[in-house]
């Protein structure tokens, strides 16, 4: 591998025979060298090769700012929450993450803790990447002997779902506190509380999830198909009231109108839900 920037002794990016760029870490790995000699590669550590050159570059200015026992934090966890899930992740989550942990840590070591308003909610609605979150912990204290709190796990679990959905941070908290109220909607509409453990349920916080994202993205596109909506309001209209009254916050809150055909795919959601609760249309 050819050396082609040289950011301190441990990072550089190099460029392998394909002419493919990459980013290197390893202790002392530049020490004497110049850009455009040979690495050894057996003194490299850690490989990061990205698909955008863009995140090669802001992740290697990152590291120039930190520890870089912080990256390698990171790309561990990255590489368990590959190997114990099917999450399609977004490569930003290595400079999100690098990023957010290196924060984080700093705090814990002084003793500031940052509580997390969205904690139960994070909780309720992405079980599967808090359980994973509970994992990256591990890895943390493993390196760092730093036994962080749930709230800062649940801060985890929003840099987890963010790089898997590829939405902004501050469109995800925006569609956390959405889908809350349409779950207090349902629930309060149709008087009853939510198995939160069932499959339906969870099937359900799926679908809220990109119908969220569809609805508060100035650029997304909502689903389209009218006349499949009129049969199901003529066959569900306890469904269809309760799918108007969260038209209508959405459209009250945000601004937003939601598309019939958006409101017939929620419809049938609750139906199949409520069906499974035991209270009837």
Same mark, same amino acid.
């Given at each position: 591998?050819?050396?082609?920037?040289?950011?301190?002794?441990?990072?550089?990016?190099?460029?392998?025979?394909? $002419?493919?760029?990459?980013?290197?870490?390893?202790?002392?790995?530049?020490?004497?060298?110049?850009?455009?000699? #040979?690495?050894?590669?057996?003194?490299?550590?850690?490989?990061?090769?990205?698909?955008?050159?863009?995140?090669?570059?802001?992740?290697?200015?990152?590291?120039?700012?930190?520890? %870089?026992?912080?990256?390698? %934090?990171?790309?561990?966890?990255?590489?368990?929450?590959?190997?114990?899930?099917?999450?399609?992740?977004?490569?930003?989550?290595?400079?999100?993450?690098?990023?957010?942990? $290196?924060?984080?840590?700093?705090?814990?070591?002084?003793?500031?803790?940052?509580?997390?308003?969205?904690?139960?909610?994070?909780?309720?609605?992405?079980?599967?990447?808090?359980?994973? $979150?509970?994992?990256?912990?591990?890895?943390? *204290?493993?390196?760092?002997?730093?036994?962080?709190?749930? *709230?800062?796990?649940? #801060?985890?679990?929003?840099?987890?779902?963010?790089?898997?959905?590829?939405?902004?941070?501050?469109?995800? %908290? +925006? $569609?956390?506190?959405?889908?809350?109220?349409? %779950?207090?909607?349902?629930?309060?509409?149709?008087?009853? +509380?939510?198995?939160?453990?069932?499959?339906?349920?969870?099937?359900?916080?799926?679908?809220?999830?990109?119908?969220?994202?569809?609805?508060?993205?100035?650029?997304?596109?909502?689903?389209?198909?009218? &006349?499949? #909506?009129?049969?199901?309001?003529?066959?569900?209209?306890?469904?269809?009231?309760?799918?108007?009254?969260?038209?209508?916050?959405?459209?009250?809150?945000?601004?937003?109108?939601?598309? *019939?055909?958006?409101?017939?795919?929620?419809?049938?959601?609750?139906?199949?839900?409520? &069906?499974?609760?035991?209270?009837?249309?």
């Amino acid at each position: 591998m050819r050396i082609k920037r040289i950011y301190n002794n441990n990072v550089v990016m190099v460029e392998d025979q394909k $002419s493919e760029e990459m980013i290197v870490i390893g202790k002392g790995l530049a020490f004497g060298k110049k850009a455009g000699e #040979f690495l050894e590669e057996d003194r490299i550590e850690k490989v990061f090769t990205l698909a955008e050159k863009s995140i090669g570059n802001r992740l290697a200015k990152l590291v120039q700012e930190i520890p %870089i026992i912080y990256l390698s %934090i990171a790309e561990e966890i990255v590489a368990m929450l590959r190997e114990k899930s099917d999450l399609n992740l977004d490569d930003n989550i290595y400079i999100t993450l690098t990023d957010h942990i $290196s924060m984080s840590l700093e705090r814990e070591k002084n003793k500031v803790v940052f509580q997390n308003p969205l904690l139960m909610e994070i909780k309720q609605f992405y079980k599967k990447e808090f359980a994973l $979150s509970k994992e990256a912990a591990k890895i943390i *204290d493993k390196h760092m002997g730093i036994h962080i709190s749930e *709230d800062e796990m649940g #801060f985890i679990t929003l840099h987890i779902v963010n790089a898997n959905l590829n939405q902004r941070a501050d469109q995800l %908290i +925006v $569609s956390l506190q959405l889908i809350s109220e349409i %779950i207090r909607i349902v629930q309060n509409h149709y008087g009853v +509380v939510l198995n939160h453990d069932s499959l339906l349920y969870e099937r359900f916080m799926r679908h809220l999830q990109f119908f969220a994202r569809r609805v508060l993205d100035k650029d997304g596109k909502q689903l389209e198909d009218v &006349s499949v #909506f009129q049969l199901a309001q003529q066959e569900y209209p306890e469904a269809f009231q309760c799918v108007e009254r969260i038209g209508d916050y959405i459209q009250k809150s945000y601004h937003k109108k939601v598309t *019939d055909s958006e409101k017939r795919y929620l419809i049938y959601h609750i139906i199949t839900l409520i &069906s499974n609760e035991g209270v009837q249309e």
